[in-house]
């Protein structure tokens, strides 16, 4: 786990500001505000309907609020130009869904590289190899489709997508929800490993507080549209201060047997 | 006596073998996990028992033994469910046509099931259509309508994944309720072993078709015989228990709250 840079007084990475979010007239998140240090993790924990992933999706600048703002190092987020799409990067729930099925590994990542202009076109090819390197994967899924890779892979596949883009920030939707357990992990483990040696900011989304707990040093608790709670992690996994919080605990699945210490 | 009781069980699909062999008795009134991966053969393992094999799926060799009628719960309980018909209608029906009930009795029945599986206001609920209840009472419902036709045996396939975890933490303990006031025979498959380790005294870990392990819970977890159950367990991540648990928690998750997915 990374250390939080809460203590310093500088501007924050990201900020959410008093925002409020209607899909037609129902309002499903009300005034919602918390701020995000650079280099650090914040997870948003909330069961389904709390307005977590809506949350994800206005920071993506997919959604549009009705009221509020987003701040990425204190300047309000409008229309989103090239550099802002850039700056903000998402990785889905859903690899699969989230890449597109008729080009090659190679093919996607060459094409954001050329876009955005982030190499001389000579390097893109080294430029993809390393990213491969970056995620752990061997420079032979370059060529491979979508469909010939495992879940685990795709989802590292779009991880390095996100970080083609040297993104200011990392949002990450329920990263590992559609994975094998087994699999989670060694995810999970590679977003930790890269936020530390990159010194990633990211916002990290998810129902688990097994995954919370793995990669955060804060963590914002949502219910129904609002906070019920922003802790650090360590105080939060010591003694939560909402009930809510202590319910959301209590409910995890916990290998039943094994040493509470472990 | 054993409720199933699997001997040699193959299971082919069109690309070849899928399942090779496998021996596993469950007694009666066991609650038994069946952890594996996707592609481990746990979920055909499991329909197999019930006939429900994929199209193109089918066994080809050993026998499966059942003694007690049989009930299923599935991952998704709206596809489990006919969304054009109420849910009162499911449960009612299968009283009817496999329990031969007169309508009232059926319907007097139908409510008595949904008091038992922990749904609000049963006697209306009977009118609801799936759409509009909340994934937790869909399994709620999907788990009364197992209920209906009175089984021994409840094979449960992934029965809380798609549910929230306050949700799955009282499905799971409406399982051990079921199993212990009725006696059922569970059998309970995941690729969550922490899971697996609220419900089920005895699990078996398959891999690629085989089981590797198989034993008490609690022996398998703290003691792991196989390599494959080793890395399984190191898998599953720690949630630290609270110091100082708050006192109202549990009168807390009851308050009224938006239901429904806004993803």
Same mark, same amino acid.
């Given at each position: 786990m990374s250390t939080a840079s809460q203590s310093r007084t500088s501007i924050?990475?990201?900020?959410?500001?008093?925002?409020?979010?209607?899909?037609?007239?129902?309002?499903?998140?009300?005034?919602? @505000?918390?701020?995000?240090?650079?280099? @650090?993790?914040?997870?948003?924990?909330?069961?389904s309907g709390s307005g977590k992933t809506t949350i994800?999706?206005?920071?993506?600048?997919?959604?549009? =609020? @009705?009221?509020?703002?987003?701040?990425?190092?204190?300047?309000?987020?409008? =229309?989103?130009? +090239?550099?802002?799409?850039?700056?903000?990067?998402?990785?889905?729930?859903? =690899?699969?869904?989230?890449?597109?099925p008729r080009m090659t590994v190679v093919q996607v990542l060459a094409e954001l590289l050329r876009v955005h202009k982030i190499v001389p076109r000579a390097q893109i090819r080294g430029r993809c190899a390393e990213l491969m390197d970056l995620v752990r994967l061997p420079?032979?899924?370059?060529?491979?489709? =979508?469909?010939?890779?495992?879940?685990?892979?795709?989802? +590292?596949?779009?991880?390095?997508?996100a970080l083609a883009l040297g993104p200011r920030i990392l949002v990450a939707d329920e990263p590992t929800s559609a994975l094998d357990v087994s699999v989670q992990r060694t995810v999970l483990d590679l977003l930790a490993d890269l936020q530390r040696t990159l010194g990633l900011t990211i916002v990290l989304i998810s129902h688990d507080l097994a995954v919370i707990h793995r990669l955060c040093d804060r963590v914002v608790v949502m219910r129904a549209g609002e906070i019920v709670e922003d802790s650090g992690a360590q105080e939060f996994f010591a003694a939560p201060r909402s009930p809510y919080s202590q319910a959301l605990l209590d409910a995890a699945p916990r290998l039943a047997g094994r040493p509470a210490d472990l | 006596m054993s409720a199933i009781e699997l001997a040699g069980l193959s299971i082919e699909g069109p690309r070849g073998p899928l399942v090779h062999g496998i021996d596993l008795s469950v007694e009666a009134g066991e609650a038994i996990g069946i952890v594996g991966e996707s592609g481990s053969g746990k979920s055909l393992t499991l329909r197999s028992i019930i006939g429900l094999l994929p199209r193109g799926v089918r066994v080809s060799a050993g026998q499966v033994t059942t003694s007690g009628r049989l009930g299923m719960i599935f991952q998704d309980p709206l596809s489990a469910l006919d969304p054009l018909t109420t849910v009162g209608k499911h449960v009612i029906e299968i009283c009817r046509h496999v329990r031969g009930m007169s309508r009232a009795a059926a319907r007097a029945r139908a409510v008595e099931l949904f008091t038992e599986v922990g749904l609000p206001d049963p006697e209306a609920k009977l009118r609801s259509y799936p759409h509009q209840l909340s994934?937790?009472?869909?399994? #709620?419902? !999907?788990?009364?309508?197992a209920l209906?036709?009175?089984?021994? &045996?409840?094979?449960?396939?992934?029965?809380?994944?798609?549910?929230?975890?306050?949700?799955?933490?009282?499905?799971?303990?409406? &399982?051990?309720?079921?199993? #212990?006031?009725?006696?059922?025979?569970?059998?309970? !498959?995941?690729?969550?072993?922490?899971? &697996?380790?609220q419900v089920c005294s005895t699990v078996a870990v398959m891999q690629a078709g085989r089981i590797v392990e198989r034993g008490p819970t609690a022996e398998v977890v703290t003691e792991p015989r196989h390599p494959y159950t080793r890395s399984l367990i190191d898998a599953v991540l720690e949630v630290p228990r609270p110091d100082a648990p708050?006192?109202?928690?549990?009168?807390?998750?009851n308050a009224p709250r938006t239901e429904g997915d806004v993803r």
């Open positions: 924050p990475r990201l900020e959410v500001r008093g925002l409020q979010v209607s899909y037609g007239a129902t309002r499903v998140v009300h005034g919602v @505000s918390f701020a995000v240090q650079a280099g @650090s993790v914040v997870g948003v924990v909330g069961e994800a999706r206005v920071i993506a600048g997919e959604l549009e =609020p @009705s009221a509020g703002a987003v701040l990425l190092d204190g300047h309000a987020l409008g =229309p989103r130009t +090239r550099e802002l799409r850039r700056a903000i990067q998402v990785v889905y729930q859903d =690899p699969f869904s989230s890449l597109n420079a032979s899924v370059l060529d491979a489709y =979508p469909r010939q890779l495992s879940g685990g892979q795709r989802q +590292r596949v779009a991880i390095a997508r | 994934g937790g009472q869909r399994q #709620r419902v !999907v788990l009364a309508v209906a036709a009175e089984p021994e &045996i409840l094979l449960c396939d992934e029965p809380t994944t798609a549910l929230d975890v306050t949700v799955q933490a009282q499905v799971l303990a409406l &399982i051990e309720t079921l199993r #212990r006031e009725r006696g059922l025979t569970v059998v309970f !498959v995941s690729h969550d072993l922490a899971v &697996i380790s708050a006192s109202d928690a549990a009168a807390d998750l």
